[in-house]
C-alpha cells in the first residue's frame, strides 16, 4: 500500500490532454512539494517536474499543479513518446520519509 | 552536466552484503543531500534512504533499517550504501538520486545498479 496514491492507467490519443493524480495527506503533499517522475520501459527515471518547475530540457507541455493535499501532472499535447510509467513522491514529515506513489502507466493510443 | 554513477551491484547470497558506490559530477556535491531509491522487478519505485548535505540528517525506510547505512564522501563526491544482511525481497535495481535542497524531491537520478540476492 503506497503512502501516495495514484491511478493504476490512463489512456489519451496523440494532440489530446491528460491529467494524473496524486494524493496524500497533510503530513506529506499538503506540506511540500511533489516530484513527478517518468519511466520509460523500466529505464532508469527521469524527473518532468519538481514543485511547479520544468526541469531543462522537458517540454513545456508538461506542467503541474497542487490543491490541498492532490497534486497533478497535466500533459497537454500527448505525444507517442509520452507513453510511459509515471510515479509521484514527496517527503512526509509525520514518517520522516520519502514517499512515492504506486505509478500511473500511460497509454498513448 | 549532472551525472551520477552507481557501481557494486551484483549477485550475492541471503544473508550476504555488498557496499553500493555512487560518483557525482558536474556540480558541487557537497552542497546536495542524496537518495537512493530501489526498484523491485516488475515493481514500482520505492525510497529506500537519504542523507544530508553534510551527514547530519540521515534517514532510512522501515525495510531496511537497522541493514543498510548510507553515507558520503563529499572530498570524493561519492554516495554509499553498505547493505548486510541482504534477503531475496533486496532484489532490485538501485538508483542514486540528487535531492533539490528548496523542495525535498529528486531532480537527477543514476542509471542504476543491479542487486540480485539469491542462493
Request: with cysteine; proline share 3%.
Given at each position: 500500500q503506497?503512502?501516495?496514491?495514484q491511478?493504476a492507467s490512463?489512456?489519451?490519443?496523440?494532440?489530446?490532454?491528460?491529467t494524473?493524480?496524486?494524493t496524500g495527506?497533510s503530513?506529506?503533499i499538503?506540506s511540500y512539494?511533489?516530484?513527478?517522475y517518468q519511466?520509460?520501459?523500466?529505464g532508469?527515471?527521469?524527473?518532468?517536474m519538481?514543485?511547479?518547475s520544468?526541469p531543462?530540457?522537458?517540454?513545456?507541455?508538461?506542467s503541474?499543479?497542487?490543491?490541498?493535499?492532490?497534486?497533478s501532472?497535466?500533459?497537454s499535447?500527448l505525444?507517442?513518446?509520452d507513453?510511459?510509467?509515471?510515479?509521484?513522491?514527496?517527503?512526509d514529515?509525520?514518517?520522516?520519509a520519502?514517499?512515492?506513489?504506486?505509478?500511473?502507466?500511460?497509454?498513448?493510443? | 552536466?549532472v551525472?551520477?554513477?552507481?557501481?557494486g551491484?551484483?549477485?550475492?547470497?541471503?544473508?550476504g552484503?555488498?557496499?553500493l558506490?555512487?560518483?557525482?559530477?558536474?556540480f558541487t556535491?557537497?552542497?546536495?543531500?542524496?537518495?537512493?531509491?530501489?526498484?523491485?522487478?516488475g515493481?514500482?519505485?520505492e525510497w529506500?534512504s537519504?542523507?544530508?548535505?553534510?551527514s547530519?540528517?540521515?534517514?532510512?525506510?522501515?525495510?531496511?533499517?537497522?541493514r543498510?547505512?548510507i553515507?558520503?564522501?563529499n572530498?570524493k563526491n561519492?554516495?554509499?550504501?553498505?547493505?548486510?544482511?541482504?534477503?531475496?525481497?533486496d532484489?532490485?535495481?538501485?538508483?542514486?538520486a540528487?535531492?533539490?535542497n528548496?523542495?525535498m524531491?529528486?531532480d537527477?537520478?543514476?542509471?542504476g545498479?543491479?542487486?540480485?540476492?539469491?542462493s
Open positions: 503506497s503512502a501516495l496514491t491511478e490512463v489512456s489519451g490519443t496523440v494532440g489530446q490532454k491528460v494524473l493524480s496524486c495527506n503530513n506529506n499538503g512539494a511533489v516530484g513527478w519511466q520509460i520501459s523500466h532508469a527515471p527521469k524527473t518532468v519538481f514543485g511547479n520544468l531543462s530540457g522537458i517540454p513545456d507541455r508538461f503541474g499543479s497542487k490543491s490541498g493535499t492532490t497534486a501532472l497535466t500533459i499535447g505525444q507517442p513518446e507513453e510511459a510509467d509515471y510515479y509521484c513522491s514527496t517527503w514529515y509525520s514518517l520522516s520519502h514517499v512515492f506513489g504506486g505509478g500511473t502507466k500511460l497509454t498513448v493510443l | 552536466e551525472q551520477l554513477v552507481e557501481s551491484g551484483g549477485l550475492v547470497k541471503p544473508g552484503s555488498l557496499r558506490s555512487c560518483a557525482a559530477s558536474g556535491f557537497s552542497s546536495y543531500s542524496m537518495n537512493w531509491v530501489r526498484q523491485a522487478p515493481k514500482g519505485l529506500v537519504s542523507i544530508s548535505s553534510s547530519s540528517y540521515i534517514y532510512y525506510a522501515d525495510s531496511v533499517k537497522g543498510f547505512t553515507s558520503r564522501d572530498a561519492s554516495l554509499y550504501l553498505q547493505m548486510n544482511s541482504l534477503r531475496a525481497e532484489t532490485a535495481v538501485y538508483y542514486c540528487r535531492v533539490v528548496t523542495a524531491v529528486v537527477y537520478w543514476g542509471q545498479t543491479l542487486v540480485t540476492v539469491s
